[in-house]
Nanobody, 126 residues
Framework: QVQLVESGGGLVQPGGSLRLSCAAS????????MGWFRQAPGKEREFVAA????????YYADSVKGRFTISRDNPKTTVYLQMNTMKPDDTAVYSC???????????????????WGQGTQVTVSS
């Protein structure tokens, strides 16, 4: 099973930017679809973004579409989440996840995420 370690969280002002990284090890990275999820205090974990094993397709929650960008570097076995124009509502613990699948639709990928990182705190506040 793949191991995932996130980094890049921190405190950012509203309107600012932050880039999260998730380094994977212990698996064949190019066989995994990857995703980012977040959980705010008192709320359930929610989907943020996903990218297929090849990087050919990306998917976003409506709340981050146009502001966040997911990408991957297969040789570096790393997935990224670039977050721009950040809002206080983006405050949460962000976790990356892996799904060992060649499926390419979000409906097929979402239920297959079964490896999770420990999460990194992102706080948007002035």
């Amino acid at each position: 099973q793949v191991q995932l370690v996130e980094s890049g969280g921190g405190l950012v002002q509203p309107g600012g930017s932050l880039r999260l990284s998730c380094a994977a090890s212990g698996g064949i990275f190019s066989t995994y679809a990857m995703g980012w999820f977040r959980q705010a205090p008192g709320k359930e974990r929610e989907f943020v973004a996903a990218i297929t094993w090849s990087g050919a397709a990306t998917y976003y929650a409506d709340s981050v579409k146009g502001r966040f960008t997911i990408s991957r570097d297969n040789p570096k076995t790393t997935v990224y989440l670039q977050m721009n124009t950040m809002k206080p509502d983006d405050t949460a613990v962000y976790s990356c996840a892996a799904a060992r699948t060649y499926y390419t639709t979000l409906q097929q990928i979402l239920p297959r995420f079964d490896s999770w990182g420990q999460g990194t705190q992102v706080t948007v506040s002035s």
